[in-house]
């Protein structure tokens, strides 16, 4: 019998926010920053990113995810 994941530890609250079909999708998701600190860390987040092959920026307190391997470009 497989035990269910506590959705608030760092394992499960990275599964539900790759689990989204946004992201399965390859769209752009985003998270505020402190939740990423308060549930993973950044670190263990930004790893999670790069080895998704996928890209973020930050602004203010929000963290963009782009959930595909599509270059970004700055526009204005």
């Not at 394992?11 to 402190?34: C, N, P, T, Y």
């Not at 549930?39 to 987040?45: D, E």
């Not at 890209?55 to 270059?71: G, H």
Request: hydrophobic share 40%; charged share 30%.
């Amino acid at each position: 019998m497989m035990r269910p994941t506590n959705r608030f530890s760092p394992e499960g609250w990275l599964r539900d926010v790759f689990a989204s079909r946004a992201v399965q999708q390859g769209q752009v998701i985003r998270r505020q920053k402190g939740d990423i600190e308060h549930y993973v860390g950044m670190p263990l987040f930004l790893r999670e990113i790069r080895e998704r092959g996928f890209q973020a920026v930050e602004n203010r307190d929000q963290v963009v995810i782009f959930c595909n391997q599509a270059p970004i470009r700055r526009l204005t």
